[in-house]
Structure formats: structure tokens, C-alpha cells
């Protein structure tokens, strides 16, 4: 069995410091008047108004070239930037996927065009995009896509259902991984992703899904032969399983995979605040320690990707161990409080773990289930 490296994450810069306290001022501001219950949202928030103010701050396409609407700054600078904001429960959804990973994509794998047209928006928080990966028949299985796209001219037709897709009904774009040659028992061969406006694309239709807290972030697309100008092709026609890996990798590294029930500690704590109880100071010592142990860990990831070494696998450690972490806090709330959860409950604490008890089954799917995940580190370890 192969031991797995965290290398000690880089010493805050004087730069860092500055720019946590910095970026703490602002979202104070932002944010003074949402309630617990909303910041317990985490990134099912949505808000284009907080997205423009982060964009027009600097917050957004932090590494990304000056060129391009950019500021060149490190990759463990914007991993402060995400870590805040998940901490302070900020609606980051409008600008949330754009930045940590079509962005990322469009710069690593676009053409010049594209690169101008897209990048700039995103980075001034205007520009908001989904994810087309997911279908019916193909989750975990994503070589398994069916979603057709055939070239005829100077468009793509595209056919195909996608499912899952959040905020395909609020955003701009979905980067849209299809098959553009062959038949779904080629697996990786003779995929590609495209560049999909959501506002402004013949025979795609958005459809709602309504979640287990009766919220609509969901929805399924359903594409008839839609037509898509060709020179919205991302990347090379057949290479779409190696990008789509690649974008993958920008999606499971950052610190939202251990964030999710960050509100409810905080209201757990407020709640405990004056109680005399050993078990409570035990209990909230222990959680205390296992998150920052995860974030030491998450640190180290942001680390070695400023160095621009491969995190695929430290990654997908944290977010499996940073689910475990964040869906077990409302058991452990429940067995210090007497307290039913309640969407309705005036008082902070009851409707924060209402939210949470409804919305974290769902922390092990996304984004790669705990089972995918436990595949990738157990080839990491050499035991598969
Ligand atoms: C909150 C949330 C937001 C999402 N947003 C998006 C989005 O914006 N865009 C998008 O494209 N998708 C999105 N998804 C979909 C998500 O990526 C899929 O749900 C996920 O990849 C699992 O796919 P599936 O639901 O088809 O389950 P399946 O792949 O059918 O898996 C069902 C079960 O079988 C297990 N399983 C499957 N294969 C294996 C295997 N080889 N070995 C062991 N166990 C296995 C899984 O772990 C799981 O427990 C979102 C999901 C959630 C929960």
C-alpha cells in the first residue's frame, strides 16, 4: 500500500492576511442582513446582485490572466476567497460553477474567440453557468452518455436528455458533454463538450425538479434536434472525456466539501453558549478538531495546486472524508439539543437543521458519489 502525501500547505503571506481581512470587511457588508437559515443555503444560494458585487470587488477569476478580466493571483488565494464565503454562508450560486470550473475549462481548452467572449464575464460576475454532465442511464457511468450532437454545416444538432443540472433554468451557459461520433459502447472515444446557451438555443427545453426540501435548483434538459453553432465546440471534437476529466478535477478540490453544515455549528454553538455541560464542551471539541483537521487537509490541496501538482486523489479523500464530517453534524446536534427540526421555526436553530437534515443525503452524490471516490483513492493506494 502506497502512503498518500499532504504536504504541508504554504504559511499565510502577509498577502493572505490582507486579503482575508480584506475580503471578511466586504462580506460583512454583503451580507448583514441574511438570516441564519439562508446562510445555511451554502452554495444553493443564488443571487446575480452578490455575484456582480464579488466581480466589480476582484473576488472573481482570481488565477486567471489580466487579459482575460483576471488578477493573476495564487491558487491558494482564491481558495481563501471560497472559504470565506462558504464560512459566512454567502449565495455564491450565480457565479459558483463559472468560476471553480467552466472558467477554469474555457481558459485550459477554448479557442481565442471564446476565451474573450466568456472569460471576461465571468470574472466581472455576470455570466453564470451550469453543468451538463449527468443523464438518465449515466451518472456514475459518464462514458456511458448517450446525448447525441451531429455535425451538419456550421451547427451542431444536438439530441438527448440531461438530468440533475442545477440552475440550468436561472444561468447563462452549460458546458454540454455529448457524443459527437459513435455510439455509447465506445465509451471515451468520440465524446466532446459544447457550449450551450440556456436563453437562446432552439428545441431545448428546461424542465423543474423539486429537491426533498421542496426547493427547485434541479432541473432535466431536454434537447430536439437543438441547434448549436459550431465554433461553440470546446476544445477538440472527440477529446470531450479527457477535458471533462480535467473539469472534474477543478470541481472535487476545494474547501465546500467540508463547509456544507458549517451554519448549523454555528447555531449548535449559540444554542450551547452558557450551558454548564461537559458532554456538550466534549462533543463540540472533538468536531472542532476533526474541521480543522479537514481543512489542513484542504489547505494542502489548494497548496499543491499553486504548485501545479496533480490533487486528484488528495482530493477525492477530502471530499469523502469532508462528507462523513458534514453529514454526520446533525446527528450530533440532535444528541446535544431536544430540539425537532422545523423548515417553519421562527428561532435560527430548529429551521438550520431542518435545511441541513433535508439537503445532506445529497453531499455524497454530488459531484462524484462516496463510492466513485472510494474507487479513486483505493487505485491511489495501489489496492485495485
Ligand atoms: C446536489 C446535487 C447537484 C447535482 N448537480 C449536477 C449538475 O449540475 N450537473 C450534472 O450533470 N449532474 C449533477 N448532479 C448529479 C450527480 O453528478 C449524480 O447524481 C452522480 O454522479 C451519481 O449519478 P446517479 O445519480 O446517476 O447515480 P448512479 O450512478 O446510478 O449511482 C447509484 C448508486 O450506485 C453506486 N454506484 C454506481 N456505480 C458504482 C460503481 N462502479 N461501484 C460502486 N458503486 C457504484 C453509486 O455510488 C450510488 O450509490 C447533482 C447531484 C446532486 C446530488
Not at 498518500?4 to 470587511?25: G, K, N, Q, W, Y
Not at 464565503?85 to 450560486?93: N, T, Y
Not at 433535508?358 to 483505493?378: D, F, K, V
Request: hydrophobic residues 40%; aromatic residues 8%; charged residues 25%.
Amino acid at each position: 500500500m502506497t502512503a498518500i502525501p499532504f504536504p504541508a500547505p504554504p504559511a499565510d503571506s502577509a498577502e493572505v492576511v490582507a486579503l482575508r481581512a480584506e475580503f471578511r470587511t466586504f462580506l460583512d457588508e454583503q451580507l448583514k442582513d441574511r438570516t441564519p437559515r439562508q446562510r445555511s443555503d451554502n452554495w444553493y444560494g443564488y443571487d446575480r446582485g452578490f455575484s456582480r458585487a464579488m466581480g466589480q470587488a476582484g473576488y472573481l477569476g482570481m488565477t486567471w490572466p489580466k487579459q482575460y478580466g483576471g488578477h493573476e493571483r495564487s491558487a491558494f488565494e482564491r481558495a481563501v476567497i471560497v472559504e470565506e464565503c462558504l464560512a459566512a454562508g454567502a449565495p455564491v450560486g450565480a457565479h459558483w460553477i463559472a468560476d471553480r470550473q467552466s472558467g477554469p475549462s474555457i481558459l485550459k481548452f477554448g479557442t481565442e474567440a471564446q476565451k474573450q467572449a466568456f472569460l471576461p464575464r465571468i470574472a466581472a460576475g455576470e455570466l453564470s453557468f451550469g453543468i451538463g454532465m449527468s443523464e438518465p442511464d449515466s451518472g456514475s457511468d459518464l462514458a456511458a452518455t448517450r446525448t447525441k450532437a451531429v455535425k451538419d454545416g456550421d451547427v451542431y444538432r444536438v439530441t438527448g436528455t440531461k438530468v440533475w443540472t442545477s440552475f440550468a433554468h436561472e444561468a447563462d451557459y452549460v458546458i454540454l458533454f455529448c457524443r459527437t461520433s459513435g455510439t455509447p459502447a465506445d465509451r471515451h472515444m468520440g465524446t466532446s463538450q459544447l457550449l450551450i446557451d440556456l436563453k437562446n438555443t432552439p428545441g431545448l427545453t428546461i424542465k423543474p425538479i423539486i429537491d426533498l426540501a421542496g426547493q427547485h435548483h434541479f432541473n432535466e434538459m431536454h434537447f430536439e434536434d437543438a441547434v448549436v453553432p459550431a465554433d461553440m465546440l470546446l476544445g477538440e471534437e472527440g477529446q470531450g472525456w479527457d477535458q471533462v476529466m480535467s473539469e472534474l478535477a477543478f470541481e472535487r478540490s476545494g474547501p465546500e466539501r467540508f463547509l456544507s453544515s458549517i451554519e448549523l455549528m454555528v447555531q449548535l454553538i449559540e444554542v450551547l453558549k452558557g450551558r454548564d455541560s461537559d458532554a456538550a464542551q466534549i462533543t463540540v471539541g472533538r468536531v472542532t478538531a476533526r474541521l480543522a483537521v479537514l481543512r489542513r487537509l484542504s489547505r494542502s490541496v489548494a497548496g499543491m495546486l499553486q504548485e501545479h501538482q496533480n490533487a486528484n486523489l488528495q482530493a477525492a479523500i477530502v471530499k469523502d472524508v469532508g462528507a462523513l464530517f458534514e453529514q454526520a453534524l446533525p446527528d450530533i446536534a440532535r444528541e446535544l439539543i431536544d430540539a425537532e427540526p422545523d423548515p417553519r421555526a421562527a428561532g435560527a436553530y430548529a429551521s438550520v437543521l431542518a435545511n441541513i437534515v433535508h439537503n445532506s443525503p445529497s453531499w455524497s452524490l454530488r459531484g462524484g458519489t462516496r463510492e466513485i471516490l472510494r474507487g479513486i483513492i483505493a487505485r491511489g493506494l495501489g489496492t485495485r
